[in-house]
């Protein structure tokens, strides 16, 4: 064997199989063609599909650069590696994918080719599901658990939001993210992973918490990480979520790339749209797709409940300042049962402050935004909790009439943000964008108030006093926020 390898060099389809220890495992195609000195052909790691671009070398001791187009950009790979008898030894040099060395072994020709297009559907509304009238409140695994979440995780999660105070504040979801999927059985079933023994068993335990359970997947045929996503299977999974129990469906753009264009995802969304609403259950629908093609025009068309207006959110200053200011201009489209997500909290994941935490919050609730937590709620010190179930922070956000916010007074990096409330009092932001304290001075009717409010209540230091004169100044401190409600 090692004789036939050596002659026909790396031309082949390789496989290079990377258990995930639970049962499922990445793989990772290099389909190459040898001439001489040059190397050709493509690399598929799960929903990534490259085209070498580069080569150098021969069986003994080779280099392999290769390139995939996206919509926003370009993604690059590159690997060093040496054909050993059947065997190729791989170290990736650059790029994305697995960092761990692979070796990859020959496997029957077509073997990883990307499955046949289905054609989406012509587009057509999707009918409202009813629910989700004001921005869903919850929990989700990705942003401090990523692929290491599993059952008895999300078990002692649910218990500590029934105990926490975060359910009676509202958050009631409990969202796995990606990794809990497994593989289909012969009619096509999906079935959760090693991770996740027994998906139904789950859902009723968070049930009897009262809190609901979510879900993740993907309209492509892999997830963003490389596991089985719903391509061709959206009706049958909607199935299996409804009998599981499940109550919100997380529906990423991530595996859809390699089958689909991006002018094409609201017919595809509204696929999955269309599956849970004849499930009869009533199941959230989320759609994950950054903010590509103007989701939130058509959005609520292919049956969502809330969508991504942008990219990941990262737990920092620069990303979430960089992310909630720049909303201001999308909240019109918000309304009852469909709403802008800017993406999930970082509240208490360790990398900023209490401050910055609460201009945070402040932010997503003044947009009118889903607060979907993404801290691990188990153990958090008093302070996150805090700032996670204000009341009377929360109330703007839950706000029944959502009003959109206005930018009403700006100077500097410092200004002001307007909302109107159902009960007709308003809720006023004031952010100080800066590192460095500010005061902050105005006058009542430069930022729309007609005349000095009678109450003034600082909802994050539970303050109340009585409006008196014309004017209003406070001192802000660095990238921090005064969250007022004026009667």
């Known amino acids: 064997m090692a004789g036939i390898s050596a002659a026909s060099g790396l031309t ?26 040059r190397i050709t052909g493509t690399i598929r790691w799960t929903l990534h599909l490259f085209s070498i671009t580069a080569s150098a070398g021969g069986p003994e001791n080779f280099t ?89 995780t999300v078990r002692e999660i649910a ?61 492509g045929p892999d997830t963003c990480e490389g596991y089985e996503g719903s391509y061709g299977h959206e009706e049958q999974d909607a199935r299996t979520y409804a009998a599981w129990g499940v109550d919100y469906v997380k529906y990423d753009w991530c595996g859809a790339f390699t089958v689909y264009k991006d002018s094409e995802m609201q017919a595809v969304y509204q696929k999955m749209g269309d599956a849970l609403l004849a499930t009869g259950r009533p199941i959230v629908f989320s759609l994950c797709q950054y903010g590509v093609g103007g989701v939130w025009k058509w959005g609520p068309e292919a049956g969502g409940n809330l969508w991504r207006t942008g990219g990941d959110i990262s737990d920092s200053w620069d990303s979430v300042s960089r992310i909630g200011f720049a909303q201001i201009e999308l909240a019109p489209y918000s309304r009852p049962g469909h709403w802008n997500d800017p993406d999930m909290l970082e509240v208490g994941n360790g990398h900023m402050t209490d401050v910055e935490y609460r201009t945070h919050m402040t932010l997503w609730s003044m947009l009118a935004a889903p607060l979907i937590a993404g801290n691990d709620v188990r153990n958090m010190p008093a302070s996150i909790r805090d700032i996670l179930t204000n009341r009377d922070v929360i109330a703007i956000d839950q706000d029944q009439a959502a009003r959109p916010p206005k930018r009403v007074w700006r100077s500097g990096r410092q200004e002001v943000w307007s909302r109107e409330l159902a009960d007709g009092d308003v809720a006023l932001a004031v952010f100080n964008r800066a590192s460095e304290s500010a005061r902050v001075a105005f006058a009542w009717k430069r930022v729309g108030i007609a005349k000095t409010p009678s109450q003034i209540r600082d909802l994050w230091r539970h303050a109340g006093q009585n409006g008196s004169g014309p004017e209003y100044s406070v001192e802000v401190p660095g990238h921090g926020v005064v969250l007022l409600r004026l009667r």
Do not use: C
């Not at 389809?13 to 000195?37: I, S």
């Not at 993604?75 to 960092?99: M, Q």
């Not at 073997?111 to 004001?134: K, Q």
């Not at 059985?185 to 992973?193: E, R």
């Open 12 to 37: 082949g389809n390789w496989l290079a199989v990377t258990p995930n220890g639970d049962g499922t495992a990445q793989r990772t195609y290099f389909h190459l063609q040898q001439q001489g000195g």
């Open 64 to 152: 392999i650069a290769a390139a995939m187009p996206l919509s926003w950009g370009e993604r690059r790979v590159a690997y060093r590696g040496t054909l050993a008898g059947d065997e190729l030894h791989l170290t990736k040099i650059s790029g994305f994918g697995p960092d761990l060395p692979l070796i990859a072994r020959r496997a029957p020709p077509g073997e990883g080719d990307l499955p046949a297009r289905i054609e989406p559907p012509s587009v057509h509304p999707v009918r409202d599901n009813g629910l989700a009238r004001t921005p869903p409140m919850g929990w989700n695994s990705w942003n401090k658990f990523a692929n290491r979440i599993d059952d008895a």
């Open 159 to 219: 218990a500590a939001m029934a105990s926490n105070g975060m359910r009676d504040a509202g958050y009631v979801y409990v969202n796995i993210d990606d990794t809990w999927e497994g593989e289909r059985d012969s009619g096509g079933s999906i079935h959760p992973n090693s991770k996740f023994p027994d998906m139904k068993a789950l859902a009723d335990y968070v049930h009897s918490e009262g809190l609901k359970l979510g879900i993740y997947s993907s309209p």
